[in-house]
Nanobody
Framework: QVRLVESGGGLVQPGGSLRLSCAAS????????MGWYRQAPGKQRELVAV???????NYADSVKGRFTISRDNAKNMVYLQMNTLKPEDTAVYYC????????????????WGQGTQVTVSS
């Protein structure tokens, strides 16, 4: 069983900052690419940022220069530092990871966290 648990969401004023964390746990054989997605009310889920196992990163154009994704492979953690937040960043943020489990080391599957709410409002 593999779990992804996000934390760090909340209410912040425009221009403020938040740091999201996601912890992967369970019978992990290897942790490959990890990323953050978000879904605003009435909209489709969209990619925010992704980081590979060797820390190569990619960002949505809307967050470039404001958000930074990072990971700690020793702790099976991925982070999203969000600066200069805007009201349009308001969404539920989901952690995503491609994982091979101890039970099936030859199979890579996508796992999702339960989501954490980020609200940017004055």
């Amino acid at each position: 069983q593999v779990r992804l648990v996000e934390s760090g969401g909340g209410l912040v004023q425009p221009g403020g900052s938040l740091r999201l964390s996601c912890a992967a746990s369970g019978s992990i054989f290897s942790l490959n690419a990890m990323g953050w997605y978000r879904q605003a009310p009435g909209k489709q889920r969209e990619l925010v940022a992704v980081i590979t196992s060797v820390s190569s990163t990619n960002y949505a154009d809307s967050v470039k220069g404001r958000f930074t994704i990072s990971r700690d492979n020793a702790k099976n953690m991925v982070y999203l530092q969000m600066n200069t937040l805007k009201p349009e960043d308001t969404a539920v943020y989901y952690c995503n990871a491609y994982i091979r489990t101890v039970q099936s080391p030859g199979v890579t599957r996508a796992y999702w966290g339960q989501g954490t709410q980020v609200t940017v409002s004055s």
